[in-house]
């Protein structure tokens, strides 16, 4: 693995370049001050995690696999806060070592879970919720709340108001199973909330690609756009809320209500920009 580089785009000029070798990119928060890395050595057991202010380029704290300590070899998602105060790591371990010294009851059971750094006071916070159940997560760009979404598309909003410990779950709409290439997230103003699900539906035999919008605030769905409803409707890949909030840039692709097409006629991937409320 390379040196991680954080570059000046203007004036090209390396502003932080990582150290141990083996570190990577954990979460960027939403509004682009703050960084969160991991680094290891070579055995997977020396691992820190950081949470850099990218306006000074000086990391704020680290987390180190001594003691107490998480490592995040094989994190499956994570998220940072806008004040970068809370960091959320889901797959990470508990670490293996113990005052310098390998424990081998974490060795030989590694459990994966989902846990949360309070970096300001320091300290780790597990969510009650399976490491392997979180597929994406996300944080609102305006407050400290945290959207996850599991394998069967349930998105529970987290609060650290009551210690991330009472989840508020969002209606489903159409059941479906998602897929790792799956994501949510808040719109500029943090006051929707999207998510896609390209996995397969409820008879697991058609991929469904659809897309979700939430009132954040009602905890409502507002629109739901279901492409196996109709046939050669095309599926959600990937969608970007625009600057404005109220709109986004939606990647589709395919036919998805469709058995008939040949494969080599299928639609390639087109860009259009839908209206949030009405997702047309």
């Given at each position: 693995?390379?040196?991680?580089?954080?570059?000046?785009?203007?004036?090209?000029?390396?502003?932080?370049?990582?150290?141990?070798?083996?570190e990577?990119?954990?979460a960027?928060?939403?509004?682009?001050?703050?960084?969160?890395?991991?680094?290891?050595?070579?055995?997977?057991l020396e691992?820190q995690i950081?949470?850099?202010?990218?306006?000074?380029i000086?990391?704020?704290?680290?987390?180190?696999?001594q003691?107490?300590?998480v490592?995040?070899?094989n994190?499956?998602?994570?998220?940072?806060?806008?004040?970068?105060?809370?960091?959320?790591?889901?797959g990470?371990?508990?670490?293996a070592?113990?005052?310098?010294?390998?424990?081998d009851?974490?060795?030989?059971e590694?459990?994966?879970?989902?846990?949360?750094?309070?970096v300001?006071n320091?300290?780790?916070?597990?969510?009650?919720i399976?490491?392997?159940?979180?597929?994406?997560?996300?944080?609102?760009?305006?407050?400290?709340?945290?959207?996850?979404?599991?394998w069967?598309?349930?998105?529970?909003?987290?609060?650290p108001?009551?210690?991330?410990?009472?989840?508020?779950?969002?209606?489903?709409?159409?059941?479906?199973m998602?897929?790792?290439?799956?994501?949510?997230?808040?719109?500029?103003?943090?006051?929707?909330?999207?998510?896609t699900?390209?996995g397969?539906?409820?008879t697991?035999?058609?991929?469904?690609?659809s897309?979700?919008v939430?009132?954040?605030q009602?905890?409502?769905?507002?629109?739901?756009?279901?492409?196996?409803?109709?046939?050669?409707?095309?599926?959600?890949?990937?969608?970007?809320?625009?600057?404005?909030?109220?709109?986004?840039?939606?990647?589709?692709?395919?036919?998805?209500?469709?058995?008939?097409?040949?494969?080599?006629?299928?639609?390639?991937?087109?860009?259009?920009?839908?209206?949030?409320?009405?997702?047309?």
């Amino acid at each position: 693995s390379a040196p991680m580089h954080l570059d000046d785009i203007q004036t090209g000029d390396t502003l932080l370049e990582s150290a141990p070798q083996y570190e990577s990119i954990l979460a960027i928060s939403p509004n682009h001050q703050w960084l969160a890395t991991n680094g290891c050595d070579e055995t997977g057991l020396e691992c820190q995690i950081r949470v850099w202010d990218l306006n000074t380029i000086k990391p704020t704290l680290k987390n180190t696999s001594q003691g107490v300590g998480v490592i995040c070899s094989n994190c499956t998602s994570s998220a940072l806060s806008s004040n970068g105060r809370w960091l959320v790591l889901g797959g990470a371990q508990k670490s293996a070592l113990q005052d310098g010294v390998p424990n081998d009851d974490i060795m030989s059971e590694p459990v994966e879970f989902v846990t949360v750094w309070d970096v300001q006071n320091d300290r780790l916070l597990d969510l009650p919720i399976s490491g392997n159940d979180v597929v994406t997560m996300a944080f609102s760009p305006v407050e400290d709340i945290l959207a996850t979404m599991d394998w069967d598309g349930i998105i529970k909003l987290w609060s650290p108001e009551n210690g991330f410990s009472s989840p508020i779950e969002l209606p489903i709409g159409k059941t479906v199973m998602v897929s790792d290439l799956d994501r949510i997230a808040f719109s500029p103003d943090g006051s929707r909330l999207a998510a896609t699900a390209w996995g397969l539906d409820s008879t697991e035999s058609v991929q469904i690609g659809s897309l979700r919008v939430y009132d954040v605030q009602s905890h409502q769905l507002l629109r739901e756009y279901d492409p196996s409803s109709a046939d050669l409707l095309p599926g959600v890949v990937r969608f970007e809320f625009a600057p404005d909030g109220k709109s986004m840039f939606v990647v589709t692709e395919g036919d998805v209500g469709s058995t008939s097409v040949d494969e080599r006629f299928r639609p390639g991937p087109q860009i259009e920009r839908w209206a949030v409320d009405t997702l047309k």
